[in-house]
């Protein structure tokens, strides 16, 4: 029953968009863009986040600019339909796919359905180990150097830390590394603990695992997390026990709710490293669309971070990701996958 309200749900969706808003063509365009009326599919792991929704508005920007009409759906932290997604993607024949985030080994073959189907595949933060299927990083390793340089710049080389962090993940395993490899090189930080949980209640769940592990480990002063809803749960812990002042938090991804958290008075967030989501989304279509009018973006599709600290915000007098975006134009835009005949956003 479930697997049917799935493919219902899809087909209804990929039926919804098959209107004429779309129907005209970009003169000078390699087919099919000269004609009109590519449809792909956007099947995402995640279900919630502000991270999730500002990755999605940048894919609607860049795929109305490319006449593309794009049905994007989320598993909602489910493996499963994550699979059953791609799967009726393919079987309702899409010209392409993005998948954003998941877990490697259970979508290999799946991904690899689509390609013996003659869709093009796309991958943002899974790396399904594939040579066609191009992957869209954000630098997860220079994220991740980026933010513990600035963990080790206020906090110096002594220090017992510890991180947020489940295995599986692609991009949180590259993060995870340079954390281990910052402390094997610096033997003065004890690293005493690791936990986290990826849920449909991320934040809560975290936070409730990081009040037990800071009252096991009065003495820890530093948490890098690795994702920002990882980070949204210890400040959540933090606060709540009052370690504002002795518990800094050093993170990866950005959003305006971040922002908010990150500059209010007192908070233990103090830096972050991140790309711009709708960056990242927009960069996804267009890799995406080179490959379905038979053109190579490359196999690695790179979008730079950038190392945002408190101190840049409130110097700055900075809210939201608009005003980050005004302020740091590094964050605004990337080059990454452009091509002449693909229009910007608007």
């Known amino acids: 029953m479930r697997r049917s309200l799935i493919s219902l749900a899809l087909a209804a969706s990929l039926a919804a968009i098959g209107g004429s808003a779309f129907a005209e063509g970009i003169a000078g365009a390699p087919a099919p863009f000269d004609k009109g009326g590519v449809k792909i599919a956007v099947v995402s792991f995640l279900g919630s986040g502000d991270w999730l929704q500002a990755f999605e508005a940048g894919v609607k920007r860049q795929a109305e600019a490319l006449g593309i009409e794009a049905n994007i759906s989320q598993a909602r932290n489910d493996i499963n339909q994550e699979r059953e997604l791609i ?44 040579p066609k299927i191009p992957q869209v990083e954000q630098s997860d390793a220079d994220m991740a150097r980026l933010v513990l340089e600035q963990a080790l710049k206020d906090e110096g080389t ?6 947020v962090y489940v295995a599986g993940f692609a991009p949180l395993d590259r993060r995870y590394a340079v954390w281990k490899d910052i402390v094997a090189k610096n033997p003065g930080i004890k690293d005493v603990a690791t936990w986290g949980v990826v849920n449909d209640t991320v934040a809560a769940s ?141």
């Open 87 to 130: 799967q009726q993607a393919i079987n309702l024949g899409v010209k392409g796919i993005i998948i954003n985030n998941g877990q490697p080994e259970a979508l290999k073959d799946v991904a690899q359905a689509a390609l013996d189907a003659g869709i093009p595949v796309i991958a943002y933060d899974v790396n399904l180990d594939n």
């Open 206 to 346: 975290v936070a409730d695992q990081t009040k037990a592990v800071l009252r096991a480990n009065p003495n820890l002063s530093v948490v890098f997390t690795p994702w920002d809803e990882f980070a949204r749960g210890v400040k959540l812990a933090v606060d709540e026990l009052g370690l504002g002042d002795k518990v800094k938090i050093y993170g990866v991804d950005i959003s305006t709710s971040d922002i908010q958290a990150i500059i209010e008075p007192g908070s233990p967030w103090v830096a972050t490293a991140a790309t711009n989501p709708s960056v990242v989304g927009e960069a996804s279509v267009r890799g995406l669309a080179q490959l379905i009018a038979g053109q190579d973006p490359g196999h690695s599709i790179l979008i730079q971070p950038t190392l945002v600290t408190k101190n840049d915000l409130v110097d700055n007098n900075i809210k939201t990701i608009e005003e980050l975006q005004a302020k740091f134009p590094a964050f605004k835009d990337s080059d990454a996958a452009k091509a002449p005949w693909i229009p910007e956003p608007k």
């Open 158 to 163: 002594s220090f017992e830390g510890g991180v």
